[in-house]
């Protein structure tokens, strides 16, 4: 994907070399061009801006022509550039690596070096994804070299196609690196590109200002081989993992190394989840690249010794949210959760480490709950006792800022156990995760009444079913197992059947998605985890009236599960439709289940908060909180004690 020049977007569907010449106003068109092989970006704007259109689609070059004048989809288009290198990476069968980066050539030559370049691809038997700048003949590309981890003579097609590629390049008096620096990877090309003279004079200025040779040795003035240092080639630790980590094979080192270095999860601003931490603490290693850098170095025996039980491999991880926005936001497709919870599991399960007070409280929310469901009128009481309060906050790795939760009485199943039995078959069946039944049974109650206004009847399955997530995102990977097979067990026959299956809490509905398949590999788990919608999803899908929210305004702060796994665009998409005026917060909210109230956690939670969700409560006073994950609404509690409502609340009031 090339792309040129902001305002209307016209995208040009057959892109390759010769269109590149035609464009330039170079050769004549040629009728055969192969289907799909790329697509033009063009961005034109001012008052000019129809007149350059119509010049670029008379070209007649392209196989078709698509003029986008909406600026979200257009903006979509872009994204898409955007994430280039981390989309280009993992777009071919194997994963694919920088070093020939962005080279740069006069714009008018850039169709000739293109077929050069796809030619020296073919002839050293690889593949490539280019993207770049068009209008600045400068192109992208990440490469499927066949390096293998722990044998340094995997790179000598790297070496040769490198080499190969400079020396072409030269032919159009073109520059290495077009848009960055040339780096380690290129250092020892540069006199394909400069003459002695250039070269001994770049020597001379490094000296004077680097007499010690301390400022980035073997770079530019005395560069080091390209093929040392390379990290794909560096020995790797084989860890046998506790999740399956479907997209990388099982191996937990392929998984880290998706990481690149794109560096979208340290944007100064983001309308995206990703990475809650970092904006809270600007600090590189709360970031999803740096924990990636950490763990490829646990495990490929760069600068930790310790593997994955080393201390800085806890501290990386340490301030993780779990929120899985990376899972969606990174182009390179990193899932930092996944990867905390496996190697929480290495270090503690496999290694022996001595677990937090909090993993086995926080981490165990649903058993301990279960518990307590009987007594839950009385344990209520006596936790409102102060010293009692204090006392299980520490006894649970709490800070004692936090509040501690109340348990319902009665639980969901409870509730709706004999009120709802009966033999009229259901239009709906309510899974009761373990969070609504034993924390905010409103929710689903809500829903409840929703539907039956529309004439359907609702029953909840009282078999208890737990996602497991409060054991997987701590690294509880044994125990989770059991507890999902057996979920798993008891959904798929409801699944199967023909009446739809409604999850209330986005965090359970997203590990059904994400998790399920990560402990099992059962036909069954692949059928419940695609089969249970979220309450969004049940009314776009029965196509149920919508009530009328005319006049209302709503900040609503999606569950950053639910944005990154389930997606909320059809939740936004029925408030907007019954009339309501919605402020949607972007990131997270900075609870993020057990990771907000665990102790030494306090401060990076409210600092997160108050990234994008505290403002926008604050600055919209009067509008209607939606929250629907428990996470966020525990944390809205806490720190600005505001009402909050889940969207079947919303609605089930304007019934």
């Known amino acids: 994907m090339l792309a040129a020049a902001p305002g209307r977007l016209v995208a040009c569907e057959g892109m390759d070399a010769r269109i590149v010449d035609l464009v330039r106003g170079k050769g004549s068109p ?22 350059a259109v119509r010049r670029l689609v008379a070209v007649g070059a392209a196989l078709g022509t698509r003029l986008v004048d909406d600026p979200r989809e257009a903006a979509a288009l872009w994204r898409i550039r955007e994430d280039g290198a981390g989309l280009a990476g993992r777009s071919l069968p194997t994963p694919a690596y ?17 077929r050069d370049f796809e030619e020296l691809l073919r002839a050293h038997g690889l593949q490539g994804v280019p993207y770049g700048h068009f209008g600045d003949g400068c192109v992208h590309c990440r490469i499927d070299f066949p390096f293998r981890p722990g044998d340094p003579a995997s790179a000598g097609v790297f070496r040769d196609f490198m080499t190969a590629c400079a020396t072409r390049l030269r032919d159009y008096r073109g520059t290495l690196s077009g848009e960055h620096g040339d780096g380690r990877v290129r250092g020892e090309l540069l006199p394909l590109m400069y003459d002695e003279p250039s070269l001994a004079l770049f020597r001379q200025v490094k000296a004077v200002c680097d007499p010690d040779g301390i400022l980035n040795p073997g770079i530019i003035a005395e560069p080091v081989p390209i093929t040392d240092d390379l990290r794909p080639v560096r020995p790797r630790a ?25 560096g979208k999860c340290v944007a100064p601003r983001t309308s995206a989840v990703m990475c809650p931490s970092y904006l809270a603490t600007r600090d590189e290693r709360d970031s999803t690249r740096g924990r990636a850098r950490v763990l490829q170095e ?20 340490d301030l993780c949210l779990a929120c899985k926005g990376c899972a969606s936001d990174c182009p390179s497709g990193v899932d930092m959760a996944t990867y905390k919870s496996e190697v929480l599991h290495q270090r503690h399960d496999v290694a022996g480490l001595r677990r937090p007070r909090s993993h086995l409280f926080l981490g165990r929310l649903p058993a301990w709950a279960r518990r307590t469901a009987p007594l839950a009128k009385p344990a209520n ?11 299980a906050k520490w006894a649970a790795g709490i800070d004692q800022r936090r509040s501690l939760p109340r348990f319902a009485s009665p639980t969901l199943r409870r509730a709706t156990d004999t009120a709802r039995a009966g033999n009229t078959p259901p239009d709906v069946w309510i899974w009761a995760d373990s969070f609504t039944d034993h924390f905010f049974p409103a929710s689903a109650l809500a829903a409840i009444r929703f539907l039956e206004s529309r004439g359907l009847t609702v029953r909840v399955i009282q078999e208890a079913a737990c996602c497991g997530l409060t054991w997987i995102t701590t690294g509880q990977l044994d125990r989770a197992r059991t507890i999902v097979g057996q979920a798993v067990r008891t959904l798929a026959p409801y699944v199967r059947g023909d009446v739809p299956v409604l999850a209330l809490e986005p965090s359970c509905l997203a590990s059904l998605r994400s998790d399920t398949g990560e402990l099992c590999d059962a036909e069954e788990a692949k059928v419940v985890a695609s089969g249970v919608l979220s309450f969004a999803e049940l009314v776009e899908c029965l196509d149920l009236p919508l009530p009328d929210l005319t006049g209302v305004e709503v900040v609503a702060q999606p569950h950053c599960h639910h944005s990154a796994v389930i997606g909320w665009d059809t939740d936004q998409r029925l ?39 505290l403002p926008a409560v604050r600055s919209h006073a009067d509008a209607v909180v939606l929250a629907d994950g428990m996470s966020c609404r525990v944390q809205l509690d806490d720190l600005a004690q505001v009402p909050t409502q889940h969207l079947a609340e919303l609605f089930a009031s304007r019934v």
């Open 30 to 51: 040629v009728p055969e061009l192969p289907r799909g092989r790329g697509w033009l970006f063009a961005e034109v704007a001012g008052e000019e801006a129809a007149d």
């Open 98 to 114: 920088g070093g020939w980066e962005d080279a740069a050539v006069p714009p008018e030559h850039l169709g000739a070096w293109l």
């Open 238 to 262: 084989q860890v046998p993992s506790g999740l399956r980590l479907v997209p990388d094979a099982g191996d937990l080192g392929a998984a880290v190394h998706r990481c690149t270095g794109v």
């Open 298 to 317: 646990a495990l490929d025996g760069g600068l930790l010794s310790g593997g994955l039980q080393d201390a800085a491999v806890a501290e990386a991880l």
């Open 381 to 391: 009481l006596v936790l409102r006792v102060a010293p009692v309060a204090a006392l």
């Open 575 to 613: 408030l907007e439709r019954a009339g309501a005026t919605v402020i949607r917060v972007p990131g997270c909210c900075g609870l993020a289940g057990n990771f907000g109230v665990e102790k030494g956690h306090y401060e990076v939670s409210v600092a997160v908060a108050e990234t994008h969700l």
